[in-house]
T-cell receptor, first 113, second 110 residues
C-alpha cells in the first residue's frame, strides 16, 4: 500500500546481532502495529502503538522492543537476534481502535543465521 | 487469549468452482474482517462485517457474520487464477486489538 512502507524488505543477520526494522506511514494514523507471520500461526501481534511515545506489548513481545518518536515512524528492534526470530514481519496502521481494520505494509523477511 | 480457527487449512479447487471457508472462535466478537494475502505481499482487506447475521458482498466474494457472533464465513464464486493466496479472518471485541486466524491457503488449478 502506498501509504505504508517497510524497510528493509529483506535482511539476513547473524545470531546475537541487533536488528532494527522500520515502518513509515504517510496517512497520519494514530495506531501502528508490528506482527510476525509464521507458517501455521498466522499473524501474531508483537507490539503496538496508540500514539507518539505510547506503546504496549502484544502476545509475542519477548525479545522485541519498539519506539515511536514521530507519528509516521514505528521501529521494531531485536536487541539480540535469535534463530527463532526468523520470520516475516508486517507493520500495520489504523485510524482508530474500531471497525476500520488495518492496512498492512508489504513485509520484511528476516533470516537469522 | 482469544484464538481463531480457520478451515480448511488449505484447499485445491478447479478454476470456475465456488469456494467456502470459515472461521470459528470460542469467544464472541463485534467485528469480523476477511483479508487476502498474495505471495510476497501484506494482507489486503476484502470485507468487513459489523453486525451478527450480516451478509456482505464484494464482487464475487460474500461473507457472513455468524448469528452466534463466534463465527464467520467467506464464499468465493466462480474462482479464477488470481484468487490464489492465503485468506485470513480477524475478529475484534470493542476496544481491543484484532485477533487473526491462521489462514486458509487457496490454490486454483486451471
Amino acid at each position: 500500500d502506498a501509504g505504508i512502507t517497510q524497510s528493509p524488505r529483506h535482511k539476513v543477520t547473524e545470531t546475537g546481532t541487533p536488528v532494527t526494522l522500520r515502518c513509515h506511514q504517510t496517512e497520519n494514523h494514530r495506531y501502528m502495529y508490528w506482527y510476525r507471520q509464521d507458517p501455521g500461526h498466522g499473524l501474531r501481534l508483537i507490539h503496538y502503538s496508540y500514539g507518539v511515545k505510547d506503546t504496549d506489548k502484544g502476545e509475542v513481545s519477548d525479545g522485541y522492543s519498539v519506539s515511536r518518536s514521530k507519528t509516521e515512524d514505528f521501529l521494531l528492534t531485536l536487541e539480540s537476534a535469535t534463530s527463532s526470530q526468523t520470520s516475516v514481519y508486517f507493520c500495520a496502521i489504523s485510524s482508530g481502535v474500531g471497525a476500520y481494520g488495518y492496512t498492512f505494509g508489504s513485509g520484511t523477511r528476516l533470516t537469522v543465521v | 487469549g482469544q484464538q481463531l480457527n480457520q478451515s480448511p487449512q488449505s484447499m485445491f479447487i478447479q478454476e470456475g468452482e465456488d469456494v467456502s471457508m470459515n472461521c470459528t472462535s470460542s469467544s464472541i466478537f463485534n467485528t469480523w474482517l476477511w483479508y487476502k494475502q498474495d505471495p510476497g505481499e501484506g494482507p489486503v482487506l476484502l470485507i468487513a462485517l459489523y453486525k451478527a447475521g450480516e451478509l456482505t458482498s464484494n464482487g464475487r466474494l460474500t461473507a457472513q457474520f455468524g448469528i452466534t457472533r463466534k463465527d464467520s464465513f467467506l464464499n468465493i464464486s466462480a474462482s479464477i487464477p488470481s484468487d490464489v493466496g492465503i485468506y485470513f479472518c480477524a475478529g475484534q471485541l470493542d476496544g481491543q486489538n484484532f485477533v487473526f486466524g491462521p489462514g486458509t491457503r487457496l490454490s486454483v488449478l486451471p
